[in-house]
């Protein structure tokens, strides 16, 4: 697949989840860059703002297993990944499967479990698979987390270690639709009732498995020049120069957001990174990577304006 056909295939994608999600393409762009590029992605929002219903559009559109898993606080690690069951009919131990078994997995509110669960996905995210009774298990290569929570809610509530972060390629932070989206939204749903469901909704498979596969391996060829590649490296130094940030991005950050501009280069069409696929991934992949000093804290500093400050000083390749 040339990337050419790349560009093509996204763009069916976008308009079969456009049958169900309005507005929200911000989201699916990166959803779609994490697709290409093998990430996983934490979406963060208020309630009601489709992050739910665009996770499973998004399964839907690509043609991917679709896996959900709501976080509680009593949920145990068992829960997610299974365990080995004594059946004393054959006296022997059978794989129970949990539901991580799938292609893609929608981790709902994943801050209001403790720690040690959201730990139980670290394997899975990092390697793609996962290990029971010291027997591993492969999840696909295509396996993909799309995690959600709610930024308003703090009581009950367990924040996301930094390890598991790191993990993400990309955090996304979901706004509210425009007034004309919003009236669009009411009258395409307004006289629906239960759950919105994208089948329901005309969301149909536009992508397989072999063309996503045909898709990745596309992407992989596309080319990064010397000159990006120290462009990004300048860049996630600098994160961890600046007297705003106490702790800056880590080596895994850098490498991961030259797959996603890869990704992104695809998805539009060309077989070459330019700076400005890493200027428009900077913010999204690396939101969540860092933590502010307390003077930029007690300042009222927002990770999003120290990582733009820190974009524009940085020089771009010409």
Do not use: W
């Not at 976008?14 to 699916?28: F, H, L, M, P, Y």
């Not at 996983?40 to 739910?52: D, M, Q, Y």
Request: proline share 6%; glycine share 8%.
């Amino acid at each position: 697949m040339h990337v050419n056909e790349v560009k093509t295939v996204a763009e069916r994608i976008r308009a079969e989840i456009g049958k169900a999600v309005i507005g929200q393409d911000g989201a699916i762009d990166l959803l779609l860059t994490a697709l290409m590029a093998g990430g996983h992605v934490l979406l963060e929002g208020p309630p009601g703002t489709a992050k739910t219903l665009l996770a499973h559009s998004f399964a839907r559109s690509v043609g991917l297993d679709y896996g959900r898993i709501q976080f509680t606080p009593d949920l145990m690690p068992g829960d997610i990944i299974g365990s080995n069951l004594f059946n004393f009919q054959t006296s022997s131990f059978t794989l129970t499967r949990g539901p991580i078994f799938c292609e893609l997995l929608l981790a709902d509110e994943i801050n209001r479990t403790p720690p040690k669960t959201q730990a139980a996905l670290l394997e899975a995210m990092q390697e793609r698979q996962i290990t029971i009774d010291g027997q591993p298990h492969a999840l696909g290569s295509r396996f993909i987390v799309v995690a959600t929570q709610n930024p308003i809610e703090q009581q009950g509530t367990y924040p996301l270690p930094e390890a598991q972060l790191d993990r993400f390629l990309f955090k996304h932070v979901l706004a509210y639709p425009t007034l004309e989206q919003e009236r669009a939204i009411i009258a395409a749903q307004g006289a629906r009732t239960g759950q919105m469901d994208p089948v329901a909704l005309g969301v149909g498979v536009v992508a397989d498995g072999a063309m996503i596969d045909a898709a990745v391996e596309a992407t992989a060829g596309v080319r990064l020049t010397d000159e990006v590649v120290a462009y990004i490296a300048d860049l996630i130094r600098a994160t961890r120069d600046s007297a705003d940030v106490e702790t800056g991005a880590s080596p895994r950050a850098g490498a991961m957001l030259a797959a996603a501009a890869r990704a992104r280069a695809a998805l539009d069409g060309r077989d070459y990174v330019i700076p400005d696929d890493v200027k428009a991934l900077a913010v999204p992949a690396l939101r969540h990577r860092l933590v502010l000093s307390p003077s930029a804290e007690i300042e009222g500093r927002r990770v999003d304006q120290v990582l733009a400050g820190l974009v524009e000083r940085v020089a771009a390749p010409r």
